[in-house]
Nanobody
Framework: VQLQASGGGLVQTGGSLRLSCAASGRSFGGYFMGWFRQAPGKDREFVAGISRSGTTTYYADSVKGRFTISRDNAKNTVYLQMNSLKPEDTAVYYC???????????????WGQGTQVTVSS
């Protein structure tokens, strides 16, 4: 699976962005999809995950209620809608695919290239 993330940018505190991750290659619908982020000097952290069918979602406590993950298996795309953005959300955001439900980066098999999100105060 090849993953291509897009949609990052510069936004003010309280603003919104929608990230997209387009997949190509093997069956997209067979993968659990996750979004991660990595700020300078910090470890990569789990942000959100979604089941193969899209019926079950998971969020880090820090983004719960502000971010929404979704997927369109017909379009081979997963999204991350980010609302009420805060400066601490500034990071490079990555999408990733795994064969099983997991929040651990090491368990993901495929990664996108990352897209920068910067939230100004």
């Amino acid at each position: 699976v090849q993953l291509q993330a897009s949609g990052g940018g510069l936004v003010q505190t309280g603003g919104s962005l929608r990230l997209s991750c387009a997949a190509s290659g093997r069956s997209f619908g067979g993968y659990f999809m996750g979004w991660f982020r990595q700020a300078p000097g910090k470890d990569r952290e789990f942000v959100a995950g979604i089941s193969r069918s899209g019926t079950t979602t998971y969020y880090a406590d820090s983004v719960k209620g502000r971010f929404t993950i979704s997927r369109d298996n017909a379009k081979n795309t997963v999204y991350l809608q980010m609302n009420s953005l805060k400066p601490e959300d500034t990071a490079v955001y990555y999408c990733a695919a795994a064969l099983s439900l997991t929040r651990l980066p090491r368990d993901y098999d495929y990664w996108g290239q990352g897209t920068q999100v910067t939230v100004s105060s």
